[in-house]
């Protein structure tokens, strides 16, 4: 199966699950980047279309794009006004300084050639136009990844390092590295709820099959005991970093 057809099969799952969780961080950039009426944006590694369908409310021309047909399916109903197109941030289908803003969110780590597709985001850019990035913070800010680290150590595995882009510092380096000159940064917190063990389970092992949700779900659920709530669902507190950076005009 490619990642794009992997993407596919869990889109509607992941759409209900987690579609929402990101909306602070998408409101953030949005904000930053000073997306209004009239802004020519695209929101590379749409997904089911969130971020496009807050920036049409602001009045921006939207335009999407993502390589799972699943996600680009979810996005055309969430932003039906958008220009939605398959592609992956390696390759974007839209002449050179075609927009004012171009966001990505949670998507480049998923680009087989990160510094090519940072290049094409800085090609679609207008001069002046800006590119805004958020993705996860460092695993020691989020609840899920203490989770997720006690699902590989039941699976004898070592969780993986923060990545570059997690750290404090890292989404300006990287913009900086291509050209891109960083004007704001920061963290949001982008809570996570499940109602109970059955949507905290779902949530967490998110496309695996019915055989693991039996092996690792008592895992989960025992890992998510610190940040269980009262009424018996789960709270966990998570953070994404963002950085807001402009072309040289
Ligand atoms: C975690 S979701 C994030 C969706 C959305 N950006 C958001 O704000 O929540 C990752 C998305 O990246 C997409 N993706 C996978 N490979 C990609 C690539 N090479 N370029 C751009 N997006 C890609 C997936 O299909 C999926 O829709």
């Known amino acids: 199966m490619s990642a794009e057809d992997g993407w596919s099969a ?7 699950t987690w579609g929402a969780a990101a909306a602070p961080a998408h409101a953030a950039l949005l904000d ?6 009239g802004t020519r944006l695209l929101d590379v590694g749409c997904g089911s279309g969130e971020l496009l369908r807050l920036a049409a409310e602001r ?6 794009c993502d390589p799972a047909p699943g996600m680009l399916a979810l996005a055309r109903q ?13 390759d974007l289908p839209w002449p050179d300084g075609a927009f004012d803003v171009v966001t990505a969110v949670n998507a480049l780590a998923f680009a087989d050639d990160e510094d090519r597709a940072l290049a094409e985001l800085r090609r679609v850019l207008a001069p002046g136009g800006r590119v805004a990035l958020a993705n996860w913070a460092e695993h020691a800010a989020n609840d899920l990844d203490a989770i997720e680290a006690a699902v590989a150590q039941a699976d004898g595995e070592d969780p993986a390092p923060d990545s570059p882009e997690r750290l404090r510092g890292g989404l300006e380096a990287l913009l900086a590295a291509h050209g891109f000159a960083v004007q704001d940064a920061g963290t949001v917190d982008v809570p996570w709820l499940a109602a109970d063990d059955a949507a905290l389970v779902a949530g967490v092992l998110l ?17 998510a005991a610190p940040f269980r709530t009262p009424d018996g669902g ?3 507190r998570n953070r994404f970093r963002w950085a807001v950076a402009a072309t040289p005009s």
Do not use: K, M
Not at 10 to 16: D, N, P, Q
Not at 59 to 64: I, N, R, Y
């Open 78 to 90: 969430a932003a039906p006004e958008s220009d939605l197109r398959d592609a992956g941030a390696e």
């Open 59 to 64: 009045g921006a021309l939207a335009a999407g």
């Open 207 to 223: 496309g695996e099959d019915a055989s693991v949700l039996r092996e690792l779900g008592p895992v989960v659920v025992a890992a």
């Open 234 to 236: 789960y709270r966990l």
């Open 10 to 16: 869990v889109a509607a799952a992941w759409s209900a």
């Open 32 to 37: 930053t980047a000073d997306v209004g009426p």
